[in-house]
């Protein structure tokens, strides 16, 4: 069984908390980070992650990436449909980042922003790829990522959860090793914090999640920040 961590605070700059988070037994992570004008943001990733949890916990069939990716696509039709219907919330959307480990597989599903990434030994990878405008430019080489982290259009997503009528879910799976400890995140840790001290911290601080939240906090807290790491034994 994985040990995990969870924390989510609102910053020190914004009035209220758009990030979403939950963990559905068995060992089923998912992150969500919202946006949309008024508390449009904060109904879009509460929505995801609600939806996501009803379809797992009634699908009898294994939480592979399909069904991970499922359930994001079941929540992108009904957030779209309620921001149809409702003028306030026209426009809504949330990332959605899923890890769902199952034996010795890590199956996960991701759009937006949101981050999943892996720390084995010491050596920490970004798993999941940004649907942002600014990493589209770091991919073709006209940025680097330290560029990335403070251009004014980092925030420019490609694709949000409800947003559009058709998601694109990147959805994998891969091998888990013993002592590999995977981290879901919002953009309020990655833009705050990089990944050399999110590495150091993961290695080394007793509750990972808290302690991500005060390096952001410590940091600047521009945004709401939302962590989850699972270590496995
Ligand atoms: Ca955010």
């Known amino acids: 069984m994985a040990k995990v961590f969870q924390a989510t605070h609102v910053g020190k700059v914004r009035s ?15 992150v969500a980070d919202g946006m949309g004008g008024a508390s449009a943001g904060e109904v879009a990733s509460q929505m995801l992650v ?15 990436e399909k069904l991970l990716a499922r359930a994001i696509m079941v929540a992108n039709a009904k957030i779209f449909e309620t921001a149809k219907q409702n003028e306030d919330l026209r426009g809504m959307g949330t990332t ?37 405008y600014v990493e589209n430019l770091v991919r073709r080489g006209e ?14 997503l490609l694709q949000a959860v409800g947003a559009v009528e058709e998601v694109f879910v990147d959805a994998a799976s891969f091998p888990v090793h013993s002592g590999d400890k995977f981290l879901l995140c919002t953009d309020g840790l990655t833009n705050m914090v990089d990944d050399a001290a999110i590495a150091e911290i993961l290695l080394t601080a007793t509750n990972p999640a808290d302690a991500l939240i005060d390096a952001a906090l410590a ?3 521009k945004d709401n920040v939302t962590v989850i ?3 496995v034994d």
Do not use: C, W
């Not at 940025?143 to 420019?156: D, F, G, I, Y």
């Open 16 to 30: 209220n908390n758009e990030d979403s988070l939950t963990v559905i037994e068995p060992e089923t992570f998912v």
């Open 50 to 64: 609600q939806i996501v949890r009803i379809v797992l916990e009634n699908v009898s069939a294994p939480r592979d």
């Open 96 to 132: 959605a980042t899923i890890l769902s480990l199952e034996g010795t597989t890590a199956h996960f599903a991701h759009v937006g922003d949101s981050r999943l990434y892996l720390l084995r030994g010491k050596h920490l990878e970004q798993v999941t790829q940004d649907h942002s």
């Open 143 to 156: 940025l680097t990522p330290e560029q990335a982290r403070v251009h004014p259009m980092k925030n420019v």
């Open 219 to 221: 940091n600047g807290g």
């Open 229 to 231: 790491v699972a270590g």
